[in-house]
């Protein structure tokens, strides 16, 4: 029976699944595009702006340049769409980039692909709560001139829903996406109707200004230089695309076929409104610059320090809509949700790789175990703490923090689409049905181009945005990568240590009998409990272990002994030092020492507690000993717990924990019952 | 043989105790003096000054009131040495005045007093390290310039010097206290030489200014008051006069005699260098003001905010010496030494009371443990960082603080004094041998002057000194007083829960049967160890369990468990959410439930290793499955350890941690072996 608090909880985020339930919350494609596509669509809030910014820096004129740059976009965007069709089709297992690098390029480059990825997830969070919080602020002045501690604020709230578990819910996706998508077409509809059949004049709230060129007159070399400069920057519209990639496994059967057909509609839908917002701001004569401040110039005088620049969108929407106006408003706000929303896609996308990078010994093994509260904790601290930092440095710029961005994901692009000409090749090696071979050489011309056309994205964006702050980008991808080598290094070294050799298991039972000593202070329940424990299990021998650090003490137990009449000898260590660690220790080495093929069980009775603070109180002695004891060979350590009434409170906490569902299940799948196996419960 | 590096260790603070060897370490009285004594000797080094401070405040001319100050807490020295010695005949265990306290007056004085000595040791770092800092500066300007730097530095120093366990020996505190001593002597009879016998006129550096009176010609109840106070904070003279009565029992023997001559030695040295200093200042005219900056008049103009108001000790010296020669340069760097071994006291002090109280279950019972290192490291920090926070607020002012030192010490003597006073009213009760009941009545008379003398002050303090800082050092034993009674109050709570009942001990044993779970994750040593030793204790069934977290994996774990032909069943959990803690606790909670009566252990392999970031990538499912299978009632968790190469690492820092000696264990002495009950090994 649900508790009364538990309602509020189940109308927001639906009923707490059951693991036969799974089936169920398996995503239709209307649901499946906003919950992928959050990330990519969203970014064109900002592309738009970024290259009409940089062509700024070679004057006004330079603007013409804009629909060309679109179209290199576009192309790029039908590119990577195709190509990624190819993936899902080929790995419908959700693995990703870092599958397809790792099985077809080997380890190195997988390992590459991750740590793109995971800069990239922390980008993600950056760039978007920042353009977020400058589209909200477009509506609402306080936030943009608060735009660092606005950022930082919803980054800090995003963690602390992500770390609550608010469970992700395909319909908290749906509405805001779907709005922003429509008020952007509405709004490039609207702006056609009225620039076309109306013939209006619309203006941006920027029209009257000019630019001062920080280049004038570039040509040759230099103006291609800033036009590949200013497409990379239109290249951050395809952040995102791979996400779908990543997600087969939560799409309804078929599968494969729904993800490629989810990729098509979000690629389509991604450039045409990028396209739209390019083409409304050439007609509404948008001006944004680099640097506004110097560079925009205003009745002859540069507008200074104050002016804040909308993004590209806002402005469009002022001139289409009118500033302030409903629509105006409603647009804003979708847009500044929708890019909250694609922060939040990084919020799952980071622990579930994470969790696939420790299945395979990059990180620590703990991180493996889904739906793990508290490795999925430290990812999510780890991503918040890097994004804030970012925020802080670049001061919520979207501008300067979109200049680390792209190299993570053309990194990513460029080995995937490599990985899949191999994994053609190799499938083309053995494949004898010509319709297959005919469908497999065309979907490796497809991967091929994919590769050529990202690779080359690749080396422009470093060449146009390494000083820029790309190499900020780089110098995370290469932590990341030392870290897990190391990680996945000291997991082989030990995996070697213990590799169990070939002889028969039985040639490891070397010690013949075993010693049970059973260590008491008191003679109370815990005690009592751990005797009795104790004496179920047949030990060939058996004693209790006291240590005499108060005198006084010890001459009452021995008493209590007796007179309870306890038919287990008792033995007393001395230790003139008030020490119990050291004469336990010393004690159990002399019995290892005496007879050597005895093997000792030591049971320690251990109090269960429920704050944190009891901790503090109770069994540090016995942890220390326990850490101590392990250390020496021949020696097992028994807690024998004697819960206290308080441990009830801890026991509902733990159990609480443990039905907590990690935020971005929905967006995963469920684990494939049988994938490779029917592993039922047997023998 | 000792490693090439013990060397030097071995030359500075000698050979490692070993605890046969604890008889050679008990202290002759030219030992004792100085290790027992550093902490009221060196007060002698600024209380004469605050005292001329105080009086200040109504002008100079009140500065002839000084000698009946000085007179006044000669009589109180005397008088409370003479009743600490009856504390030693009394009471030679080494409990000190908490011990008294807690005896004859109850808990609720023990607990008072122990608060008031604990919030006493912070004071006496926070307050001897500014002094000795001050001292210092007046031959180094630099370090009277970064007054509280320098001070935070030396007690960093000096906390890590204890967290190490530099031990304490007898003659690091010998030397320095000594050439204290004789300087201050040689002082004060080389100045007594020159100004009677050679008849120099002597001048101290501030002979020439004048003194603003803050307050002129006060007379009637507001001079009383401010005598009152002055002679307060001459009192500071008396703290740690109390420290040898909690270190008898490292006395030789006859222990008490030793201690009660040692105590009337340090009265008598302590108020001949008090005297000899104020009598000294008065002859070379040393001017001091409470507030230098606006007080002092030098040439009719105050001397402004950068004048350094320099100890009476080091301006006498310098009148006597000549500023700046050998002689003045040696007695302020042993002034300076004296004050930091002062300070050092409390740092033994501290953790020493702390596993006193622990003992009675005033604070976590692992302080209890003699050289603990972990537990002592905590007291040192706490006490570290309270005298640290102390010294910033403070500005490592001595005057200021002086303030706040006084209150701790005289709430001790008083509660201290008052018990020694119902002590020997119980004995009176049963003695009936007329000698000894003339000398207990003799006894009983000096400690109620004792009591009240110190009564007196105590209340004389409180009412000079209250809001000049005192609330903060009530505070502070408020703070420590409620939190000791709240944990004292939780274990007797635990206590009670888990008393044992008062039936035959065998009707505990509830369980029947043991049902043993080896936890199997892969087939490797530290699994086959495990499975090993579980076989080894004739459990009543014995199963292996793993959770098939991997389909893949699971399969080949299953073909390698037969391949072996390991002769102990199989069982696999499924666990569709990749969990491992759930699907085990249910699975042992199905077991309690069909048999109850079926005890169940489980077998965990651990991996011991050697670094602290090893722990961040092993056990950690392990631990928190073991974690939540101690609330599971039934249940007891044995880890069998396999220990990693690295661990070795681990085993050897461990050992040194054990050989570690805790500073302070020279003034506590050994324990007593047998001292209630030849206890050894036995039964």
């Known amino acids: 029976m649900p508790k009364l608090t538990d309602v509020p909880k189940r109308i927001l985020i639906g009923r707490a699944l059951r693991s036969d339930k799974l089936g169920e919350t398996l995503l239709p494609k209307r649901i499946a595009l906003p919950v992928f ?8 809030a900002y592309a738009p702006g970024e290259v ?3 062509l700024s820096i070679a004057g006004l004129s330079a603007y013409h340049f804009s629909p060309w740059i679109a179209l290199a976009v576009v192309v790029l965007m039908f590119t990577v769409v195709a190509s990624y069709r190819q993936n899902v089709h080929a790995y419908p297992s959700g693995g990703g980039d870092y599958e397809v690098a790792n099985t077809n390029l080997g380890p190195k480059a997988g390992l590459t692909v991750a740590s793109a990825l995971l800069v990239d997830y922390v980008l993600t969070v950056a760039v978007s709560i920042s353009s977020g919080v400058e589209n909200l602020g477009s509506a609402i002045p306080f936030v943009v001139e608060n735009k660092v501690l606005c950022a930082i604020v919803i980054i ?6 992500n770390l609550r578990g608010v469970k992700e819910s395909g319909s908290l996706f749906a509405i805001p996406t779907y709005i922003f998508v429509a008020g952007v077409f509405i709004m490039i509809a609207w702006g056609a109707y009225r620039g076309i059949v109306l013939g209006d004049t619309m203006m941006a709230p920027t029209a009257d200004f000019e630019i001062k060129p920080e280049h004038a007159g570039l040509s040759g070399f230099a103006l291609v ?15 995102g695309v791979e996400a779908i990639s990543n997600g087969v496994p939560a799409f309804r059967k078929p599968k494969s076929k729904n993800a490629a057909t989810t990729l098509a509609l979000m690629g389509g839908l991604a450039v045409t409104m990028f396209c739209g917002i390019i083409f409304l701001a050439m007609a509404t004569d948008v001006r944004m610059a680099e640097n506004p401040a110097t560079d925009l110039i205003s009745n002859g005088k540069p507008v200074g320090e104050s002016y804040v620049q909308d993004p590209v969108i806002s402005q469009v929407a002022a001139a289409v809509f009118g500033d302030g106006t409903f629509f105006f408003v409603v647009l804003a706000a979708a847009t500044a949700l929708v890019l909250f929303l694609a922060a939040n896609t990084a919020y799952n996308g980071f622990p579930l790789l994470g969790s696939i990078l420790a299945q395979d010994r990059y990180l620590p093994r703990q991180l493996h175990t889904r739906g793990d509260r508290l490795a999925f904790s430290n990812g999510i601290v780890l991503l918040a703490g890097a994004a804030i930092l970012l925020v802080w440095v670049y ?7 979109i200049q680390l961005y792209i ?20 499938h083309l090696k053995t494949e004898k049905d010509p319709a297959k071979r005919r469908h497999m050489i065309r979907s490796r011309a497809i991967n091929a181009f994919g590769a050529f056309f990202t690779g080359l994205v690749l080396v422009v964006v470093l060449a146009t945005k390494f000083t ?35 002889e028969r298991p039985d040639e490891y039972v070397r010690p013949s009998r075993v010693r049970s000593v059973v260590l008491v202070s008191k003679l109370h329940k815990p005690t009592l409990r751990a005797l009795a424990y104790a004496k179920l299990m047949h030990a060939d021998e058996l004693e209790a272990l006291s240590v005499n650090v108060d005198p006084a003490e010890t001459k009452a137990l021995k008493a209590e002994w007796e007179r309870r009449g306890i038919n287990v ?32 069980m030591v049971y320690i009775p251990e109090y269960v507690v429920g704050h944190w603070y009891e901790h503090l109180l109770h069994n540090q002695s016995a942890l220390r000993l326990k850490g101590r004891l392990l250390f020496t060979p021949g020696v097992m350590v028994t807690s024998v717990p004697y819960q206290l009434r308080s441990s009830e409170l801890a026991k509902k906490r733990a159990r609480k924990r443990q039905e907590w569902n990690a935020p971005g299940s929905v967006r995963r799948g469920p684990v494939e019952k049988g994938a490779k196996e029917p592993a039922g419960k047997s023998n």
Not at 156 to 161: D, E, K
Not at 575 to 599: F, G, L, Q
Request: aromatic letters at 8%; charged letters at 20%; proline letters at 4%.
């Open 407 to 426: 190299v993570g994901v053309f990194v990513s692009f460029t080995l995937s689409q490599t990985g899949m000409v191999r994994h053609w090749n190799r």
């Open 37 to 44: 596509a959050s990330d990519p669509l969203s970014s064109v």
């Open 156 to 161: 800090v709230l995003l963690t602390l829903m």
């Open 468 to 502: 820029h702050g790309a190499w900020v980008a780089l110098l995370g991808m290469v932590i990341f990568y030392v870290t897990m080598t190391a990680i996945r290094r000291h997991y082989d070294g030990v995996a070697d240590e213990i590799a169990a050799a070939e």
């Open 225 to 239: 230089f800033l036009l590949l400069r200013a497409f990379s920057s239109g290249c951050a519209a395809l952040t």
């Open 52 to 54: 009409l910014l940089v």
């Open 395 to 401: 001061g919520a710029d979207s501008t300067k923090l």
């Open 569 to 600: 000898p008792l033995k007393i260590l001395d230790s003139p030092y008030r020490e119990i660690t050291r004469p336990v220790i010393e004690y159990v080495k002399n019995v290892r020492r005496d007879s050597p093929r005895d093997a000792v």
